[in-house]
T-cell receptor, first 115, second 114 residues
C-alpha cells in the first residue's frame, strides 16, 4: 500500500514568512510523529499525535512551531516567522500503536530552506 | 539522560568486510532499540530492532548486539556490499512508559568500497 507522503518536497521561503508542511500517514496508523533533521545530524523529535489524546509537544523548539492533526489522518506542521536556523529536513512518521508493532514508517521529508 | 551517542561518524569498509557501528545510552527506561538506514534524499527506513530481553538479533547480514549492563548496542553488517553505503542511525525509546518518540544518535555515514 501507499507509504507516508509529505508535501511539498522542497520549500524555499524568506526569513519572517510562515510555512505549512503537510503529512499524509499510512491509512490505519493511529500514531503520527514529526521530526527535524538538520544537515549532517540525527533526527530531533518535535511532536507526537496518538488518536484523540493530547499531543506530546515536548520537542517543539519554540512557540513559532505548531502542529495539528485531523482525527487519524492528515497533519500539518506550521512554522511562523521563519528563521534561518529553521532550515532543515522535516520528517513525518506514522505507526500502529499496538504491542505487536512499534515500527515508525517515515516519509521522504520536506526540505525547508529559509533565505 | 535522553541522549544516544553513536560512533563512528563515518566509516569506510572494503566490499566483503564487516561494518560495525556502536551506540551508547544513559536512560535505563529505554526498552526498544531500532536501527534505521537512510539513503540521500529519502526518509529513514527501519533495518532491524531489538528489545532488551535478548542479547543478539540477526536478520540476514545484519546483527544487533545488545549489552544491557554496559548500556550499549551495536550494528554489525556482514559481507558488506556497495549497496549498503548509506547513513545509519541508532535510536531508542521507552515503550513501557508509553514514550514512543525515538531518540536518535547522530548518524554514521558508511561507505563500502568495491
Amino acid at each position: 500500500g501507499a507509504g507516508v507522503s509529505q508535501s511539498p518536497s522542497n520549500k524555499v521561503t524568506e526569513k519572517g514568512k510562515d510555512v505549512e508542511l503537510r503529512c499524509d500517514p499510512i491509512s490505519g496508523h493511529t500514531a503520527l510523529y514529526w521530526y527535524r533533521q538538520r544537515l549532517g545530524q540525527g533526527l530531533e523529535f518535535l511532536i507526537y499525535f496518538q488518536g484523540n489524546s493530547a499531543p506530546d509537544k515536548s520537542g517543539l523548539p519554540s512557540d513559532r512551531f505548531s502542529a495539528e492533526r485531523t482525527g487519524e489522518s492528515v497533519s500539518t506542521l506550521t512554522i511562523q516567522r521563519t528563521q534561518q536556523e529553521d532550515s532543515a529536513v522535516y520528517l513525518c512518521a506514522s505507526s500502529l500503536r499496538d504491542r505487536a508493532s512499534y515500527e515508525q514508517y517515515f516519509g521522504p521529508g520536506t526540505r525547508l530552506t529559509v533565505t | 539522560q535522553q541522549q544516544v551517542k553513536q560512533s563512528p561518524q563515518s566509516l569506510i569498509v572494503q566490499k566483503g568486510g564487516i561494518s560495525i557501528i556502536n551506540c551508547a545510552y544513559e536512560n535505563t527506561a529505554f526498552d526498544y532499540f531500532p536501527w534505521y538506514q537512510q539513503f540521500p534524499g529519502k526518509g529513514p527506513a527501519l533495518l532491524i530492532a531489538i528489545r532488551p530481553d535478548v542479547s543478539e538479533k540477526k536478520e540476514g547480514r545484519f546483527t544487533i548486539s545488545f549489552n544491557k549492563s554496559a548500556k550499549q548496542f551495536s550494528l554489525h553488517i556482514m559481507d558488506s556490499q556497495p549497496g549498503d553505503s548509506a547513513t545509519y542511525f541508532c535510536a531508542a525509546s521507552g515503550l513501557r512508559q508509553g514514550a514512543q518518540k525515538l531518540v536518535f544518535g547522530q548518524g554514521t555515514r558508511l561507505t563500502i568500497n568495491p
